[in-house]
């Protein structure tokens, strides 16, 4: 088995700026609706999947990433952030509404592979990060494999600290 070896990123959300920085206008970020909860899935599951990175742990890490999901969609409103190209659902990021948890970015922010290298997915971390400050957070945290692409020129941004971080998905709850 190949070791993976992992890294948790911590946000002082008191230090996150004022406004992130502007999309181009065919891109909508905005809460997700009740009924969006399918494709929310799916387009998380595919990009975790369309991703050679990720395809080492993909197997272990879908069992631990649906349980979350169900986690987040258990909620009367859940608390998931989507980017929309007119209609089209091609990014999403979905937080834990709790202070306490260890991964407040559940699955970070996930755009479709055809949408990437736009800005898209900071500014999706910036919203999820604001979402949670303005909910009375004071930190965020998100965990990811230490050798991908969020976590050389996404993560890094908005003054985030990191570390390395013992996590086997097959085992963990949160």
Known sequence: MKLVQWTRFTWDLAELPGQG??????????????????????????????????????????????????EVFAHKVAPCLVVTHGSRVI?????????????????????????????????????????????????????TKSNVPVAKFVYTKFNSASEPWEFEPGLARS
């Open 91 to 143: 990014g999403a990021s979905p937080l834990d509404p709790h202070p306490e948890a260890e991964v407040h970015l559940v699955s970070g922010p996930c755009v479709l592979t055809e949408y990437r290298n736009r800005g898209i997915g900071t500014e999706l971390l910036f919203q999820s990060l604001n979402a949670l400050r303005v909910a009375g957070f004071e930190k965020a945290r998100a965990i």
């Open 21 to 70: 920085r502007d999309l181009d206008p065919h891109y909508h970020i905005r809460p997700v609706t009740r009924d969006e909860e399918k494709t929310v899935r799916g387009v998380i599951m595919s990009s975790f999947a369309l991703d050679m990175n990720w395809s080492d742990t993909l197997k272990t890490m879908e069992e631990w990433m649906e349980a979350r999901l169900d």
